[in-house]
């Protein structure tokens, strides 16, 4: 999963969002900084990212790619997923994708200053090319690969990556849906089970 799933499966709370944004740039000891909803929020992602990387739908979906992408064929699949849930929004949301996007914008960028470094080197982009809003299109999906490619060690392979979606993408849209329920009952579990614990402490 990336940007748009994660935050669509943080809820409503801003420091669960934020920490699920986050959380990737954390590292070993790092979490121990983080508390309260924010530290559930990085606990969360993690939960999630587990559960895609393990799942056999996800599974399927991604083989596709490997042939081209190989090791990065589950960055690749993340950010088709994406694609597909900003494709399907009204079936997960009943407000608009632009509006919760501007409202996700606005919650990262309200706590710029407590952001680690390394989310402020890349949220800016993230805003000003409405990246949640354009995963919608598939030219959108393909900016942000060439975003990567360029800034990181993922190849750019869009041609052919625009021809598996072509030839497969009905099968792409149903793994999609079938996974994504899946993982909203997932995280549903995560967040009871957090909960029971905590009141332990």
């Given amino acids: 999963m990336n940007y748009l799933a994660h935050l669509y499966l943080s809820g409503k709370s801003k420091d669960v969002m934020v920490g699920n944004f986050i959380a990737d740039v954390i590292k070993g000891r790092q979490i121990e900084q983080y508390s309260g909803e924010v530290l559930y929020g990085i606990r969360l992602h993690r939960v999630i990212d587990q559960f895609i990387d393990t799942h056999p739908i996800a599974a399927k979906s991604r083989a596709r790619f490997y042939p081209v992408y190989h090791h990065y064929s589950g960055v690749v699949n993340d950010m088709v997923y994406d694609h597909l849930l900003a494709q399907n929004w009204?079936?997960?949301s009943d407000e608009?994708?632009?509006?919760?996007?501007?409202y996700c914008y606005a919650v990262l960028l309200s706590r710029w200053f407590s952001l680690p470094v390394a989310v402020r080197s890349f949220l800016p982009n993230v805003v000003l090319n409405r990246r949640l809003t354009e995963y919608a299109k598939i030219s959108g999906l393909m900016d942000s690969l060439k975003v990567m490619s360029r800034s990181t060690s993922l190849p750019?392979?869009?041609e052919e990556l625009e021809k598996i979606l072509s030839l497969h993408y009905d099968e792409f849209k149903s793994e999609f849906r079938a996974f994504f329920g899946e993982m909203i009952a997932e995280v549903e579990r995560f967040k009871?089970?957090?909960q029971e614990s905590s009141k332990d402490l």
């Fill in 90 to 92: 009204n079936h997960y």
């Fill in 96 to 102: 608009p994708l632009w509006k919760y996007s501007i």
């Fill in 156 to 158: 750019d392979h869009s």
């Fill in 192 to 194: 009871a089970s957090y």
